[in-house]
């Protein structure tokens, strides 16, 4: 049995707190909202019963942010790509920022499991003054349990309209990719923090940025991975990160957030408190 599971978030400012109002079509929701931060930022868990993506599977999420709204979205735990006998399974998230609108995307890592067949898309919309800042993360196999990455194929896409395209393909049988010293070098778990504004960033501005995700990195135990960050335009400001295990990119990517997130706002490196569970 396969799943088709829509779900659309629309976060407002009224009264100076951002408000989210969804609908949901199959089994992806969301839990309370919180506010551990007071009522400008709304913090969403996003959660899926199931556990996992089968081929077959699409997960559709939308999300819009409107003008002076700041949503925070997360999830209680990995998605997991499982085994698939030959469809593909698929997972759309789509963020609509307006001007002057705020988001941080924060989803845990996901798990591309052996045999799995697996899309994961995620396509963002900056308007001018609005900003973003998410991460992704994504480990091949389950090495610590046996379970390698040997068959099958992972489909990865990050995109800003007109200003940011990363599409990669991954294929368990690739060993030029999997294990040359230009590709991903034997590590099996590649994550990136991010950050895209509506409008361009000032230089000292985009220097801060870089300046902090470097000093993280200096002192990060990567477990013999390697990270690095760069600015690719005057939108876009990245940390890359390629580790054997999805631990140490996990707190690279939370490290640099909690850096980031006083130079861009003036807020506190809160975590969400799912993560602590």
Excluded: K
């Amino acid at each position: 049995m396969t799943w088709h599971a829509r779900l659309h978030l629309d976060y407002t400012a009224e009264q100076g707190r951002t408000v989210v109002r969804h609908r949901h079509d199959g089994p992806l929701r969301i839990l309370q909202s919180l506010y551990p931060e007071g009522d400008a930022i709304c913090h969403n868990v996003l959660v899926h019963p199931p556990g996992g993506l089968v081929g077959g599977d699409l997960l559709d999420i939308a999300a819009t942010v409107a003008p002076g709204a700041h949503a925070l979205v997360t999830t209680p735990g990995a998605t997991r790509f499982y085994r698939s006998a030959g469809q593909t399974a698929v997972q759309r998230s789509q963020l609509m920022l307006a001007a002057g609108a705020r988001a941080e995307w924060l989803p845990l890592e996901a798990l591309c499991y052996d045999a799995c067949q697996a899309e994961n898309h995620l396509v963002a919309t900056v308007e001018p003054g609005a900003e973003l800042l998410a991460w992704d993360c994504t480990a091949l196999g389950l090495p610590e349990a046996g379970q390698p990455f040997l068959r099958g194929r992972f489909l990865q896409h990050i995109e800003v309209p007109g200003v940011w395209l990363e599409r990669g393909h991954i294929a368990a049988d690739d060993r030029r990719l999997l294990d040359g010293p230009q590709g991903l070098a034997g590590h099996r778990c590649l994550a990136s923090v991010f950050v895209v504004v509506g409008s361009p960033l000032a230089r000292t501005r985009r220097e801060a940025l870089l300046d902090a995700a470097r000093a993280v990195i200096d002192i990060a135990d990567l477990a013999g991975g390697a990270a690095g960050a760069t600015a690719p335009g005057d939108r876009v400001v990245i940390a890359r990160v390629l580790t054997g295990r999805v631990e140490p990119a996990m707190a690279l990517l939370q490290a640099i957030r909690a850096a980031w997130r006083p130079l861009l706002w003036g807020l506190a490196p809160v975590r969400p408190r799912i993560w602590a569970m």
